[in-house]
């Protein structure tokens, strides 16, 4: 009888510091054989809808959380039955016996929690949060992010290791925590708090010094942090969907996934990079005229072609002279760091709230490229389908507050961005021509800068390069 072990599958970091996920569907039950990399559920993060795959494959035995629950990174979520690769090296014991020679429960099922695979051959897939899997002392081994192999150095030279909870071992003890120096303190340290709740503090703007831990030992938890932000909600299964019953004089919604992150990104910003905002109306009439061209070319045939994908261009070109906006404002390094491409983020409105995805390489594309990513980027905003890779590293947005019939507003900065354009309506509007009035084809631009960033010249120079573009196309060719 071939031994077995049950593995628990925790919830991995599904990109870029991400604290929680909400599972929306699971792709499998209890009982169900699945293949390595099999799709086993559809989850939520505050960024995407992401399909997470098996990392084993074996039979479902158990599933941890039910729909519509936000889980926590590193909280185990599903567990598998799986075959004990360590059987085949206790040749010759009996069945039902565990490798350590114990008796094994349920009939010959050895619980295993440790997550490094026995059979160094034998490679699990790794997943984002879970650290690269390595080989050393002849087997095969995950090192956590940020932790240091006390086997390579000194013990007076390993530093405390910050471990990742998606990282640590079902059997681990609690998660690892951050310390620092209290004089009060018996061991000169206290526990402060947990990394997902230094990136919600980080979020959300909050300096964990302010903020009294209630946990274990004073360990600031997520609801300390929530608590002092004034944001405190419940996340649970029933809360999942707006709850009102007729006759009731307001309906409530939790706040998570997409919304959840969208606030905290722009409170961040609001209240951490000083916003400047200038407005500039020009005569786009040349700028339709040549779309209406471009349309009815071969060239473009089949292509979606609006106003925005030659604001967009326009955009870059603009850039070129004016590079101070395409930047970033490194406050723990204390450096101004200015990208040398250009990833274009395109704010989308989606039934999911706003996301915020960037077209890669922007810089290097031709209108026609530009227009093609612009309508692959669109279609898959709207079907909340795009990757968190996607939602990051974006270098400067643009917002078309346009389609909406809005002229002209005060966009915030995308976290991490030096600029972002808003672009008005196009509307029909009286305008001075060769001193005569006459219709014209207007649009207003709004442009908010991170005045730490970007002075009010640079600012001012960019949208009127900008403006030059959209009011005479044929200006590209005193830029380039």
Excluded at 283 to 291: E, K, Q, R, S
Aim: aromatic content about 4%; glycine content about 10%; charged content about 20%.
């Amino acid at each position: 009888m071939t031994a077995t072990m049950i593995k628990e599958f925790r919830l991995p970091d599904l990109g870029e510091g991400l604290t929680e996920s909400e599972i929306l569907s699971w792709k499998v039950a209890v009982g169900d054989t699945v293949a390595l990399n099999q799709v086993i559920a559809e989850v939520e993060t505050a960024k995407a809808v992401v399909e997470l795959p098996s990392p084993f494959a074996g039979v479902v035995a158990a599933l941890h959380e039910q729909p519509g629950t936000v889980v926590e990174v590193g909280k185990p979520i599903v567990s598998f039955e799986v075959e004990d690769a360590r059987s085949s090296e206790n040749a010759g014991s009996s069945n039902g016996a565990a490798p350590n020679g114990g008796a094994a429960p349920n009939g010959g099922a050895a619980s295993q929690t440790d997550e490094a695979p026995a059979n160094p051959a034998k490679r699990e897939p790794n997943l984002v949060g879970y650290g690269a899997v390595v080989e050393h002392s002849g087997r095969t081994v995950r090192r956590a992010r940020g932790t240091v192999r006390t086997d390579a150095v000194a013990p007076a030279a390993v530093p405390p290791a910050t471990v990742p909870p998606a990282a640590v071992s079902p059997a681990a003890a609690p998660p690892a925590v951050e310390h620092e120096t209290a004089a009060d303190s018996g061991t000169g340290e206290r526990p402060r708090s947990t990394p997902p709740v230094r990136k919600l503090a980080r979020d959300l703007g909050i300096d964990l010094a302010n903020v009294s831990g209630t946990g274990p030992g004073g360990l600031i938890t997520r609801e300390d942090v929530q608590s002092f932000s004034g944001a405190r909600h419940e996340d649970t299964a029933t809360d999942v969907a707006p709850s009102a019953s007729e006759g009731e004089r307001e309906t409530r919604t939790p706040i998570k996934g997409v919304r959840k992150f969208t606030a905290a990104a722009m409170v961040q910003s609001a209240f951490t990079a000083p916003h400047v905002t200038e407005f500039l109306t020009v005569d786009v009439t040349a700028t339709m005229d040549l779309l209406a061209r471009l349309k009815g070319s071969k060239a473009f045939e089949g292509v979606k072609l609006t106003p925005l994908t030659i604001a967009a261009k326009a955009v870059l070109i603009a850039l070129r002279n004016n590079p101070t906006l395409n930047s970033r404002w490194d406050e723990e390094r204390q450096e101004i760091v200015q990208f040398n491409y250009v990833n274009l983020g395109i704010a989308a409105a989606t039934p999911r709230g706003l996301t915020v995805p960037n077209i890669k390489d922007a810089h290097g594309l031709s209108l026609h490229g530009l227009a093609t990513e612009l309508s692959e980027l669109t279609a898959t905003a709207r079907a909340g389908k795009t990757a968190p890779a996607g939602l990051s590293g974006g270098t400067i947005s643009i917002t078309n507050i346009g389609v909406f019939g809005i002229d002209a507003g005060t966009p915030i900065l995308n976290p991490g961005e030096a600029a972002i354009v808003a672009l008005g309506a196009v509307r029909k509007a009286p305008w001075v021509v060769n001193d005569e009035l006459a219709v014209r084809q207007v649009m207003s631009l709004s442009l908010s800068f991170d005045h730490r960033l970007v002075d009010g010249e640079q600012g001012s120079r960019f949208l009127s390069d900008l403006g030059a573009i959209l009011t005479d196309p044929a200006m590209v060719m005193t830029m380039v």
